[in-house]
């Protein structure tokens, strides 16, 4: 078989690439065997999401395979980061319009491997199969909290301070440039800042390392997926709150910031666009201080953008404090 021959079996695919990834999790069994065994530490429950991404919706068909085999599992693990739970393993399903090559599957393969090794987990199972229709990877991690510790989304209370990790946006104008290179001269950006935000779409990071904060002071959490105003207002709804956001106070990193002084209109739309997988927290002002130090330590910046409120209304504020339009308010598949 020569490098780029399609792959025309399943065994073929989930030997010669996927099961090294199962490699040093016992209960995989090699692959080998229909069904996976896990077990939580004593005195742990388990986490479990389910995160799909496709072709032409979550990465572009140019899109390099380690860099899709990584964001598959990076956006499942910043689900479990949010929650506080310590990832385990993952299963994982794999839909192809067409046969598969060699050297995609090592590419991907290889991209798996170095998430998986970031985030401490292992391949446990999964399936292949072909269907009609752009790729499809669908992971479904697993991790695991003491019992009754993880963090809810549903439990913010009026008073709370609202606070992100990290910084905003950069997904989205990433994004930008992958469909449009050119766009970094247009916005004037230093190869360092391309790289940036080209990264920040391509190779989302989770925030494992701000678990153990989360779970000390946080006292609601989830993961940034579809952008902060429309991940805020579930997490208002689901609590039976409101919240007011200064818009002022949104951290942009230096790449963004570059941009906006350029081409305000595109960095204003990749502001709420998603795809960031920062975490968005409900703090008690009391221990807001603790929880952004025990943050720094962990080398994970958290910034207050906000404050929860009575009611459910949202509100966007200006720099004057005077509420503006939201517009939309990020991504919806439907």
């Known amino acids: 078989m020569t490098a780029d021959e399609h792959l ?14 199962a490699a040093g999790a016992p209960g995989a069994h090699g692959l080998k065997d229909d069904c996976a065994t896990i077990a939580p530490a004593p005195g742990c429950e388990l986490v479990l999401k389910t995160d799909a991404i496709a072709e032409g919706v979550h990465f572009l068909p140019t899109d390099a395979p380690q860099d899709i085999g990584w964001k598959a599992l990076a956006v499942n693990v910043s689900d479990l980061a949010a929650k506080g739970a310590r990832p385990l393993g993952y299963l994982m399903s794999l839909a192809f319009p067409l046969a598969p090559t060699k050297v995609w599957m090592a590419a991907f393969a290889a991209g798996l491997g170095e998430a998986q ?87 989302p990071t989770p925030r494992i390392g701000l678990a153990p904060a989360l779970l000390k002071h946080a006292r609601a959490s989830m993961d940034l997926s579809d952008g902060l105003m429309k991940d805020l207002g579930r997490m208002c709804r689901a609590s039976g709150v409101g919240a007011v956001v200064d818009l002022p106070a949104l951290p942009m990193s230096a790449a963004f910031h570059s941009v906006i002084r350029i081409d305000p209109d595109a960095a204003a739309a990749s502001r709420f666009a998603g795809d960031d997988y920062e975490v968005l927290s409900a703090v008690a002002p009391e221990f807001f201080g603790a929880f952004q130090a025990a943050a720094a330590t962990a080398g994970i910046p958290v910034t207050r953008i906000g404050i929860f409120t009575t009611g459910l209304e949202l509100t966007l504020r200006d720099a004057a404090g005077s509420a503006i339009d939201i517009g939309p308010t990020g991504w919806d598949h439907f």
Request: glycine share 12%.
């Open 8 to 21: 025309h079996t399943e065994e073929a695919i989930v030997q010669g690439y996927l099961a090294p990834l």
């Open 117 to 203: 090794k970031a985030f401490g987990m292992h391949l446990l199972g999964g399936d292949t199969d072909r269907r009609p229709g752009p790729i499809s990877i669908t992971p479904m991690v697993i991790g695991e909290v003491e019992i009754g510790r993880m963090v809810p989304r549903a439990a913010a209370k009026a008073g709370d301070i609202a606070c992100v990790s990290g910084t905003l946006g950069d997904s989205g104008l990433g994004l930008a440039l992958q469909r449009d290179p050119t766009l970094a001269t247009t916005w004037r950006l230093a190869p360092h800042e391309a790289d940036h935000l080209g990264q920040r779409f391509l190779r």
